[in-house]
């Protein structure tokens, strides 16, 4: 499988996560196997350095062994390269959802697993410290008992949520919401710190992220790799 192949299936997975969030039990499934995925492009991005550049790397690759060789080899172009990759790599996770999804993988790969996904309602139309809205739902073997159940629960607690969202947005100015600008998905807090991010969304996004990167990426390894 190429990186646009890997690329492609993140997608293939995000429709996954969409067709069955807000059921934490499946949204924790395909997001993990997302995730792997995610680790698997920068893989293959130096994997196609490795071999344009003539390192001759075994075993993994990833930046470390990538660098390592290039030391190894005093190859400045390779070395150079990495400088970019770093580079290339803060700029793009400077945002919170690409930077979200950079600590969900490094937490996978450091526990195998993920934290609690929490279901959440929230503005359908972002305003920028929205408030969400934590939705206790009960569970049968980690999946959803009952989708009634859990509207019947969000429509219990959407009026005081409206209460509070619109009070919030009255101070900054923002227009106001009713009961049918609500919506629900999953969530998850990364760092235990109560930035919770929506799961979709950061998704979404980073297929933009790992498009742009790859793109670049080659244009870097065509630059330094062709003899003027």
Known sequence: ????????????????????DPDPYYVNYFFNSYLFLVN??????????????GLFISGKYNRETFLEKAKEKNDQKAMNFISWFDKKHDEEHKNPYPNFIKKSCK?????????????MIRATERYVGDPNQEII??????????????QIEIKRQIPVFVEVINYKRSNSKE???????????TFLDIEGNDEDIEIIYAAKIYISVMKRF???AREKIRELTTWV
């Open 1 to 20: 499988m190429n990186v646009e192949e890997k690329i492609e299936e993140c997608e293939s997975i995000l429709k996954q996560i969409k067709q069955f």
């Open 40 to 53: 698997k492009v920068y893989v293959g991005i130096f994997e196609e350095a490795n071999r344009d550049f």
């Open 107 to 119: 937490f996978q790969n450091d526990h195998r697993k993920l934290p609690k996904i929490k279901i």
């Open 137 to 150: 739902a009960n569970l049968r073997n980690e999946k959803l008992r009952s989708k009634e159940e859990l």
């Open 175 to 185: 227009p106001k919401i009713n009961e049918k600008q609500i919506t629900v998905s």
């Open 214 to 216: 790859l793109v670049e």
